[in-house]
Antibody, heavy 117, light 109 residues
Framework: EVQLVQSGAEVKKPGESLKISCKGSGYSFTSYWIGWVRQMPGKGLEWMGI????????RYSPSFQGQVTISADKSISTAYLQWSSLKASDTAMYYC??????????WGQGTLVTVSS | EIVLTQSPGTLSLSPGERATLSCRAS???????LAWYQQKPGQAPRLLIYGASSRATGIPDRFSGSGSGTDFTLTISRLEPEDFAVYYCQQYGSSLMYTFGQGTKLEIK
């Protein structure tokens, strides 16, 4: 069974750094792209970027380029999304999702990030 | 960048009724690359329809998708209580980037 399990909720202060994770299982982790999606409170879905764990090829949506860093450690089947300096506007639910050919089929359960002073 | 506009923003219907949700693209989209997702409160999105009209694994046949070019439709033939949720259309553009519509909330009347 394909599963993407994300790390738990985080509460941070503005300016702090953060790295959240997404662990894949039940399939060949290095053979499928993993994307990240933001959902701000009460809002819709926004595509942030994507990584191919096999070779760490990474692409960012223009809106998120330079704002976050996507990485992966294929030895532990885990993808990451990180911030070097959080802002209150980063408060959102973040989902990882697997890309199969062009289709985004399996999603993680989401990680809620709250940034507040 | 292609913009997807969903309508209506909110749809109020009763169980047993038929729901028709619209997704309009700012320019032509390949039908192969158009999908629909359902999201319930506190849950991740779930894939319903891909390739504009193919149901994902385990999706009941009361859900159907249609359309081409710039106009796509998700139809739920007979609403069940568990169908009340937010629905998003999504298209695959290029360079591994995706665009979502703003969503349609299907609520119980």
């Amino acid at each position: 069974e394909v599963q993407l399990v994300q790390s738990g909720a985080e509460v941070k202060k503005p300016g702090e750094s953060l790295k959240i994770s997404c662990k894949g299982s039940g399939y060949s982790f290095t053979s499928y792209w993993i994307g990240w999606v933001r959902q701000m409170p009460g809002k819709g879905l926004e595509w942030m970027g994507i990584i191919y764990p096999g070779d760490s090829d990474t692409r960012y949506s223009p809106s998120f380029q330079g704002q976050v860093t996507i990485s992966a450690d294929k030895s532990i089947s885990t993808a990451y999304l990180q911030w070097s300096s959080l802002k209150a506007s980063d408060t959102a639910m973040y989902y990882c999702a697997r890309r199969d050919q062009w289709l985004v089929d399996y999603w993680g359960q989401g990680t809620l990030v709250t940034v507040s002073s | 960048e292609i913009v997807l506009t969903q309508s209506p923003g909110t749809l109020s219907l009763s169980p047993g009724e038929r729901a028709t949700l619209s997704c309009r693209a700012s320019q032509s989209v390949s039908s192969s690359y158009l999908a629909w997702y359902q999201q319930k409160p506190g849950q991740a999105p779930r894939l319903l329809i891909y390739g504009a009209s193919s149901r994902a694994t385990g999706i009941p046949d009361r859900f159907s998708g249609s359309g081409s070019g710039t106009d796509f439709t998700l139809t739920i033939s007979r609403l069940e209580p568990e169908d009340f949720a937010v629905y998003y259309c999504q298209q695959y553009g290029s360079s591994l980037m995706y665009t979502f519509g703003q969503g349609t909330k299907l609520e119980i009347k």
